[in-house]
């Protein structure tokens, strides 16, 4: 079955730059129909979706943060990115990576806490 994992950097200075990976086990990025989500959940809050690079490798990303937030893939290694720029302590969250068909979350990672702090 798919397994997704999280890894990357736990802190980050504000005004820097998060980047965080997902690698992709027991399925394949570009397999028809599924998509790859980055989904954030800030302390005490709910979930936040950030946004989704498909199969093909199209992107789409919430309006509120689509100005800093890029997400890429590398088909080769099976895993996908997230680059999240000038990043204030607001942006202190648990950081899931998501797969699934027709953009539903049917397979998550175990989450990665990300701290923005001086």
């Known amino acids: 079955q798919v397994q997704l994992q999280e890894s990357g950097p736990g802190l980050v200075k504000p005004s820097q730059t998060l980047s965080l990976t997902c690698a992709i086990s027991g399925g394949s990025i570009t397999t028809n129909y599924y998509s790859w989500s980055w989904v954030r959940q800030p302390p005490g809050k709910g979930l936040e979706w950030i946004g989704y690079?498909?199969?093909?490798?199209?992107?789409y990303y919430s309006p509120s943060l689509k100005s800093r937030t890029s997400i890429s893939r590398d088909t080769s290694k099976n895993q996908f990115t997230l680059q999240l720029t000038s990043v204030t302590p607001e942006d202190t969250a648990v950081y899931y990576c998501?797969?699934?068909?027709?953009?539903?979350?049917?397979?998550w990672g175990q989450g990665t806490q990300v701290t923005v702090s001086a």
């Open positions: 998501t797969g699934g068909e027709d953009n539903s979350p049917h397979w």
């Open positions: 690079i498909n199969y093909s490798g199209s992107t």
